[in-house]
């Protein structure tokens, strides 16, 4: 069959931080995309304000790097999908993969495999694609090369690799200074036989197979993600698998739904390093864009109209986790961070409160992320969004948010299903770094959560590596209480893997709450009065309402509290005028916190100025009736 040579595609897969985007930024400069002169950001592929706060990649990227073999050779252009390390955006993954005909698996040298290692390489062991290892941040001063190649090796066979994707090529690397080596550095050190990625590019291009394709074939292209522009409208992005794709060409568009319609390719666009410039084809292998199709999805089919034949849907793992979101219900709604001053009647006008929008915006959602899932509720000012993991439907909301959305989340909870008439939820593998200190508080804290450990291994430095198989609604709310029990030195990680039975009742905070009984302004005087019965989570000045929650409760059971109470004045002398009190600073809880601190009667009032905890039921004598009728029930 022909076979294009002057063409590769390759993604890059890791855990979360291990330095895919790091190396492509490498990638990316050593090729001369860059003038000399350009200022260039690290980097560069996290375009995301969200990825650049977080340091993590959230959506698959492309790049294309055009590589002049050092032997004098042809140009070759290689095409890089840089993907999401962390198994909650897995569609994203999974979609990348399928533009590619090899993978790239980055592996750090102290850390070694994790929970989204084995993830991303079950993915390309399934996709049947070749493997290359490039064991990355030789220079840790804790790397420890042989064990990390040896613990690659069980992961391979863990995951039935055959023979042929076993024997891969591997190299060693310290992506942050740009040098690769095929040769194995001292551990701790960085490669010495080399100065740059050149050994790197060369075992790509021997390695990464070139596209082939049937000559004088059809047209068929693979719609796998989509972009906006403002002035050419939706954009998809696709790989071309046989023919060629014209500029002003006539094709036949493919639906999920199995009608074809006759569309014609507007704009086409081919990526040069970190921008999309116009060109007039594109033939079987290239990744390319094109505009002029508005409603156009993902996993659709671009063919010849004459012999129109689809390829298959992109299909993605099933979700595990699910959120209500709707519309603002509480008494604050529109009015800004604390409700008062012109600033906030200014920005008023342009929030989005009504029920129309949010559905709009999710529905605006699910176009481009197929990982994701919206269900109707009882209520027709709240849906049901399911997706892999807290992590992406936090993300989703916090978008919503800076987008200026109001918007009320339930707290997350897991997506069971009936597996022979009995009730099987979805359970986790997760993998604990903890030094040998906190051990003992680890293994308490996940016993707690039903979590069943699966192996424990000590690498001789004063850390213990932990495995675990836990329910997932065992994690919701894990992190911060792990984090506090370590003192903030634990690495938690973990992947889905796969459903077991209902494992019971599972009581995870152990902690009531501290809940406003009225409306009105924090004082100071209230809050020293109160710091006593627990934790705060406002300061003074702020605006609350009956029903919002104030604080973390010592005890296990809710407390209503006044914390609006005034120190009257008076014209009596007291001995304690002047004794000066000190508030304790309140915990200042970030949206992901806020959705795990939730129990089941509690919720996440999220607008563009704040986050606050509520109860569902807002007025306290309400909630006294229910819980009266709940206890005879």
Known sequence: MPTRHDIRNVAIVAHVDHGKTTLVDAMLKQAGAFAAH???????????????????????????VKYHPKDGGDPVTINIIDTPGHADFGGEVERGLSMVEAVVLLVDASEGPLPQTRFVLRKALQARLPVILCINKT???????DEVVDETYDLFLDLDADESQIEFPIVYACARDGVASLTKPADGTVPADSDSLEPFFNVLLETVPAPVYEEGAPLQAHVTNLDADNFLGRIALLRVIQGELRKGQTVAWMKRDGSVQNVRITELLMTEALT????????????????????????????????????PLITVDEPAISMTIGTNTSPLVGRGGT?????????VKDRKVTARQVKDRLDRELIGNVSLRVLDTDRPDAWEVQGRGELALAILVETMRREGYELTVGKPQVVTREIDGKVHEPVERMTIDVPEEHMGAVTQLMGTRKGRMESMTNHGSGWVRMEFVVP???????????????????IAHSIHEGFEPWAGELKTRNNGSLVADRAGTVTAFAMTNLQERGVLFVEPGTEVYEGMIVGENSRSDDMDVNITKEKKLTNMRSSTADVAESIVPPRKLSLEQSLEFCRDDECVEVTPEAVRIRKVVLDQKERARAASRAKHA
């Open 276 to 311: 999309r410039k116009p060109a007039e084809k594109a033939g079987p292998g290239d990744i390319c864009a094109v505009a002029g199709i508005p409603d156009i999805t993902i996993g659709e089919t671009l063919a010849d109209p004459e012999n129109p034949v689809a390829l």
């Open 38 to 64: 350009q200022q260039v950001d690290d980097r560069v592929m996290d375009s995301n304000d969200l990825e650049r706060e977080k340091g993590i990649t959230i959506l698959a990227k492309n790049t294309a």
């Open 139 to 145: 220079d840790r001063p804790d790397a420890r090369i």
């Open 472 to 490: 997932s609604r065992g994690l919701i709310g894990f992190r911060t209480e792990f984090l506090t029990n370590t003192r903030g030195t634990g």
């Open 339 to 347: 409700g008062k001053g012109a600033d906030a009647k200014a920005a």
